[in-house]
């Protein structure tokens, strides 16, 4: 089955403690991103990778590191997570280079204490 | 800056009233216009791309349109199941953010039995 896959589903945390949520895709996508989504203020992305070793910046990017090793991966770094990270993250994939018909994976809800 | 805004902010219909949500948009140039659903608690699920003014995609009761300053979603005899919200998304035209898709806030649509 096509799908984009995040673990963990939920995790709650404390500020300073590093995580990593990962993402992953089974369709071969060139394009991968990461959103977080809140209320009010809906989706907004965070980082994108348009292939292997290309990443770039969304809106959001301030205390969030990815990388991107192999085309199927696409793990989001929380280095000192802060309370005002606490959201709904998405990660998504789409099959041409610049995203657009995106499939979104399932969610990631965290809480940080 | 590249800007979406999506109206209303909710909308209840009665089902079979069939009606239209707006994305309007600013943008220094359009790769690309996204519709998508998402459910509660769930990722956003993508309905249709539009790439230039005149534009049409149908799939069952909707219907999304493009003209070079808006795009509709048209729901024809909506059934409640088609309560969602609705989320349109731009696709920026190159520069440095080659691959940044930007979202609207959504419309919640509710269809009343």
Excluded at chain 1, 82 to 100: D, E, R, V
Excluded at chain 2, 3 to 9: A, F, Y
Aim: hydrophobic fraction near 30%.
């Amino acid at each position: 089955e096509a799908q984009v896959t995040q673990n963990p589903r939920y995790l709650i945390t404390v500020t300073g403690k590093k995580l990593t949520v990962t993402c992953s895709q089974n369709m071969n996508h060139e394009y991968m991103s990461w959103y977080r989504q809140d209320p009010g203020l809906g989706l907004r992305q965070i980082y994108y990778s348009m292939n292997v070793e290309v990443t770039d910046k969304g809106d959001v990017p301030e205390g969030y590191k990815v990388s991107r090793k192999e085309k199927r991966n696409f793990p989001l770094i929380l280095e000192s997570p802060s309370p005002n990270q606490t959201s709904l993250y998405f990660c998504a994939s789409s099959p041409g280079p610049s995203g657009g018909s995106q499939y979104f994976g399932p969610g990631t809800r965290l809480l940080v204490l | 800056e590249d800007q979406v805004t999506q109206s209303p902010e909710a909308l209840r219909l009665q089902e079979g009233e069939s009606s239209s949500l707006n994305c309007s948009y600013t943008v220094s140039g359009l790769r690309g216009l996204f519709w998508y659903r998402q459910d509660p608690g769930k990722g956003p699920e993508f309905l249709f791309t539009l790439y230039s003014a005149g534009e049409e995609k149908e799939k069952e009761r909707l219907k999304a349109t493009l003209t070079k300053k808006e795009s509709f979603l048209h729901i024809t005899a909506p059934k409640p199941e088609d309560s969602a919200t609705y989320l349109c998304a731009l696709l920026n035209a190159g520069g440095t953010s080659y691959g940044k898709l930007t979202f609207g806030q959504g419309t919640i649509l509710t269809v009343h039995p």
